[in-house]
């Protein structure tokens, strides 16, 4: 039964997060991601908040695998 739960709440958590993303990146979501606030967000601390790979694709304009300060004001908004 415990397994089940963590199985679905995993999936709810999931389908939020896909909602909220879907609606599009803010800053506040840039800068949570952004763990140690160097400004860049790396592939990884991205991965750690969203697995959403198409939108990573689209925002990593340049394909170096961070997006950078231009990248993330492109890709995060606050709408």
């Not at 990146?25 to 763990?35: G, I, N, Q, V």
Request: hydrophobic share 40%; no cysteine.
């Amino acid at each position: 039964m415990k397994t089940s739960s963590k199985l679905i709440f995993v999936l709810i958590s999931s389908l939020i997060m896909s909602a909220a993303f879907a609606q599009g990146f803010t800053r506040s979501m840039a800068k949570t991601m952004d763990a140690d606030q160097d400004g860049k967000i790396t592939q990884e601390e991205y991965m750690k908040h969203s697995s959403d790979m198409a939108a990573w694709t689209k925002m990593d304009t340049n394909k170096d695998g961070i997006l950078d300060e231009r990248e993330i004001q492109y890709g995060f908004t606050d709408k």
